[in-house]
Structure formats: structure tokens, C-alpha cells
T-cell receptor, first 113, second 111 residues
Framework: NAGVTQTPKFQVLKTGQSMTLQCAQD?????MSWYRQDPGMGLRLIHY???????DQGEVPNGYNVSRSTTEDFPLRLLSAAPSQTSVYFC????????????FGPGTRLTVL | GENVEQHPSTLSVQEGDSAVIKCTYS??????FPWYKQELGKRPQLIID?????GEKKDQRIAVTLNKTAKHFSLHITETQPEDSAVYFC??????????FGEGTQLTVNP
């Protein structure tokens, strides 16, 4: 069981570039989510999915797109990177009930120049 | 939507002392309150959680208390050790599994 995996671990982009952060889980979890973590601001929800084919916006969705074509994968796309998107991005998954533990991936550290 | 406030933002204690971190939440529909520990450069990891039908839960040196009427919950760490040094996050979850996190508490345990 690899749990929740994320690639890449580090990424540097130039303003205006696009890229996809990958997230996969092998626990057959229905619920998956993306957070960004900035110093002093905790973890803020970007987008989430309660199952394949279903996605919804979180607290800070602007500038990001997601899709959920399979249960295992939940990629996060940056459409046109901006310096304000410099952050650490965490993917998480859970079985889907509100009291189920959310397991986090190792994170992707993104810098936008 | 839900709003979670966490205090203090930094906490420094001597080894062996107790540490208490407090959180308040706004949405009375929230029913699940996990606490995560994040070491430097690592992912957040669940250390304890509590559901709304329980007032207190303990796991060795860690305990969480919940007051649903006042909408606040607290993390208590007893007999602190240097390895307890980390950032601790509280969170609240209602229907749909959406977690709203507090801003974190940097706990430092001095030997």
C-alpha cells in the first residue's frame, strides 16, 4: 500500500506557464482533495471530489482546475501560473464519511517566478 | 461556510510540562474534529480525533476535549517531550467530509 502519492516533489515555473500536479491513492477512497499551505495560513481547500466524475470548489479555487476520471487519480491543473500560487500543495484522501481519517500525500513544493 | 480559529499561534514549554491548544468553530453542523501534527518538511498526520457525540478522548499523553455548546475544542499534551515539537492543526468537518483547518500552532518543547 503506497497510500497517497504526489508528483513532482518540487517544481519551478515561470509566470504564465501551465502544469499538472499529480495525485494518486491506492486505498479505494471515494473522497479526494487538494490543499495549499502557505506560511501562517494553515491548509486551505482548493478543490475536492466525493467520487469519480464529481468535483467541487473549495475555499480558494481560482486559477486551478481538477478532474476525477478514476477513483485513484485526482490531478490538479494550474492554467496560467502566477507568483501568488507559490506554495506547498497537498493532496489528501479518505473513505468518504465525514469522520473518516484524511490521509495526506507528501506534498509538492511549487515556486512560480 | 465553516471558520476555525486556533490559539496560540506559538507555544513554548519545558520538557515534562503540559501544552494546551484551543480551537473554536462557527458551524454548529460540524460533527468531527481531528488534530494533525506536521513536522518540518513533512505531511500532516492525524494524531487524535473526536466526534460530536463524545466530550473527551484520550490516547496515552494526548487528549482532546469538545464543548459543542460553546463550539470549542482543545488538544492537551501531557509530559511533553522534544519530539512533540511540531506544528499542530485543528480542523472541523461537517457533511461532505470537507475539512476546514485552523492556522496552526508551532509547539516547541525545550529540553
Amino acid at each position: 500500500n503506497a497510500g497517497v502519492t504526489q508528483t513532482p516533489k518540487f517544481q519551478v515555473l515561470k509566470t504564465g506557464q501551465s502544469m499538472t500536479l499529480q495525485c494518486a491513492q491506492d486505498m479505494n477512497h471515494e473522497y479526494m482533495s487538494w490543499y495549499r499551505q502557505d506560511p501562517g495560513m494553515g491548509l486551505r481547500l482548493i478543490h475536492y471530489s466525493v467520487g469519480a466524475g464529481i468535483t467541487d470548489q473549495g475555499e480558494v479555487p481560482n486559477g486551478y482546475n481538477v478532474s476525477r476520471s478514476t477513483t485513484e487519480d485526482f490531478p490538479l491543473r494550474l492554467l496560467s501560473a502566477a507568483p501568488s500560487q507559490t506554495s506547498v500543495y497537498f493532496c489528501a484522501s479518505s473513505a468518504g464519511q465525514e469522520w473518516d481519517t484524511q490521509y495526506f500525500g507528501p506534498g509538492t513544493r511549487l515556486t512560480v517566478l | 461556510g465553516e471558520n476555525v480559529e486556533q490559539h496560540p499561534s506559538t507555544l513554548s514549554v519545558q520538557e515534562g510540562d503540559s501544552a494546551v491548544i484551543k480551537c473554536t468553530y462557527s458551524d454548529s453542523a460540524s460533527n468531527y474534529f481531528p488534530w494533525y501534527k506536521q513536522e518540518l518538511g513533512k505531511r500532516p498526520q492525524l494524531i487524535i480525533d473526536i466526534r460530536s457525540n463524545v466530550g473527551e478522548k484520550k490516547d496515552q499523553r494526548i487528549a482532546v476535549t469538545l464543548n459543542k455548546t460553546a463550539k470549542h475544542f482543545s488538544l492537551h499534551i501531557t509530559e511533553t517531550q522534544p519530539e512533540d515539537s511540531a506544528v499542530y492543526f485543528c480542523a472541523a468537518s461537517g457533511a461532505g467530509s470537507r475539512l476546514t483547518f485552523g492556522e496552526g500552532t508551532q509547539l516547541t518543547v525545550n529540553p
